[in-house]
């Protein structure tokens, strides 16, 4: 049985979305469960099973009628007892019921993630799958979704204990081999052996690494900037592809003055889409500083369109800008055939034509820069930080030949600490706060 922490307080929130709701969710942990559930609905249900109950107050006021679930610790979400009141999602509802909850002694409302940080507390679950629980609640994307459930489920978590085992069984075959150094007959053999396994493992790291910066597209998304000279049809272009009338359309050039941008989905990859300030020598000082924007933001895009008339080209200081950027030609439908050369892409931003090859190949580009989901890959920061220095540790071993093997041993002990803080098996106190202060209040 996972030994229990004591913590003081029995914890509550609202913990499904905002109201009101047809249903809403209240949760709570702690030593007070059962007898603020026994208070409210007379006796405790059976574990784990729905009983349709009254609430009442203290003072036996009716306080509403919904399901009631108790789950006894250790076997719950915290490790702790737990319950659920299934209750109407009004606001006066809820708000009534939370007051009552505040009125018992040593309970009070949850903060952000706490619910999570009992669980990763009483050993219920390691740092990357209590992330990965957080990820999976702000999933908006197919994409995001895919990789928090993967995280979630524990691959990275067993991804990491593998690779820690394996540093610790590496040092200990180099400690090993200095205790024994003398009665040894192929001194250095081991040690051989164990800094080629390391040197793979290094390498798989640095793999790994490179596959997490790829896949940060999931969480940050793909920068996309239209920009072109004033009246090219950026912002039609932009409604376009976002629905919706977002920016203002008109004859007049410079209508633009601000960055416009919407966020779109593409492939499950969190897209967001720029309209700009037509490029132009201006006169105005409002629609210059939209120009100079229109270029701060080309310059940091993952992709431009630089949109043209295909009437008449004009050509428009560009940006420098060493990314990927492609010359779309728009008003097809204005166009004559002979205006059609010089352009990746070809579209009308009034009718549509051409619309569907754009948005599959800005889709491609996206997928291309993410890689595929499916290998396990760091999520966050945090991860990637660790893993660097993990690396660094190992190929600090591995490069410094000379140094007596207890240095280079003692490297082999912090890499492992350091793929020990990833998972929170190692002292991460100073962090946690961080970690968790990041969740959503209920979970
Ligand atoms: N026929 C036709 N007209 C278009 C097309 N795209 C844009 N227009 C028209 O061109 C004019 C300018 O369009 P906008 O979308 O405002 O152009 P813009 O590039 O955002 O212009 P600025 O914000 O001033 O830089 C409007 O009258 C649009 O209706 C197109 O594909 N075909
Ligand atoms: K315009
Ligand atoms: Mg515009």
Not at 379 to 390: F, G, I, P, V
Request: a negative charge; hydrophobic letters at 40%.
């Amino acid at each position: 049985m996972i030994p229990q922490i004591g913590f003081p307080d029995t914890i509550f929130a609202l913990s499904s979305g905002r109201l009101p709701s047809g249903v809403a969710v209240v949760r709570l942990s702690g030593a007070q469960v059962r007898f603020v559930v026994e208070t409210i609905s007379t006796t405790l249900p059976e574990p784990r099973r729905a009983a349709y109950r009254q609430f009442r107050s203290q003072e036996g006021e009716l306080l509403d009628q919904g399901l009631l679930l108790f789950f006894p610790g250790p076997h719950s979400f915290t490790g702790e007892d737990c319950a659920e009141f299934h209750l109407h999602g009004g606001i006066a509802v809820i708000d009534r019921f939370l007051r009552e909850l505040s009125s018992f002694e040593h309970c009070r409302m949850a903060e952000p993630g706490e619910f999570t940080r009992r669980a990763f507390a009483n050993g219920k679950m390691d740092l990357t799958i209590a992330e990965g629980l957080a990820d999976l609640v702000s999933a908006e994307t197919e994409g995001q979704r895919r990789l928090a459930l993967q995280v979630a489920s524990g691959a990275q978590r067993d991804l990491y204990m593998d690779w820690r085992r394996e540093l610790i069984q590496g040092r200990a075959l180099i400690e090993a081999e200095l205790d024994f150094a003398d009665e040894s007959d192929v001194p250095g053999s081991v040690s051989t052996k164990v800094w080629e396994a390391m040197k793979l493992l290094s390498d798989q790291i640095s793999r790994h690494l490179a596959d997490g910066r790829r896949a940060a597209v999931f969480r940050d998304g793909l920068h996309v900037a239209i920009i072109g000279a004033p009246n090219a049809g950026k912002s039609s272009l932009l409604n376009m592809l976002a629905g919706r009338d977002v920016a203002i359309i008109s004859e007049e050039a410079g209508t633009t003055r601000d960055l416009i941008e919407v966020k779109l989905d593409l492939g499950g990859i969190p897209v967001f889409l720029a309209d700009t300030a037509g490029l132009r020598e201006a006169e105005g000082i409002v629609e210059r500083m939209g120009i100079e924007r229109a270029r701060a933001r080309a310059n940091s895009a993952d992709l431009v369109l630089l949109l043209e008339d295909m009437r008449s080209p004009e050509s428009v200081p560009l940006p420098d800008f060493d990314g990927e950027m492609w010359r779309v030609g728009n008003k097809k439908d204005l166009a004559e055939p002979h205006d059609q050369d010089g352009w990746r892409y070809l579209i009308s931003a009034r009718t549509g034509q051409g619309m569907d090859e754009l948005v599959a190949a800005i889709t491609r580009f996206a997928e291309d820069k993410a890689g595929r989901i499916g290998n396990v890959v760091p999520t966050r920061r945090r991860h990637m930080d660790l893993l660097e220095a993990t690396v660094g540790e190992i190929n600090e071993a591995l490069t410094q030949e000379d140094l007596p093997l207890e240095l280079r041993a003692e490297n082999l002990r912090r890499a492992s600490q350091f793929l020990g803080r990833i998972t929170g098996d190692v002292n991460v106190e100073d962090i946690l706060d961080v970690i968790f202060s990041q969740f959503c209040i209920g979970k």
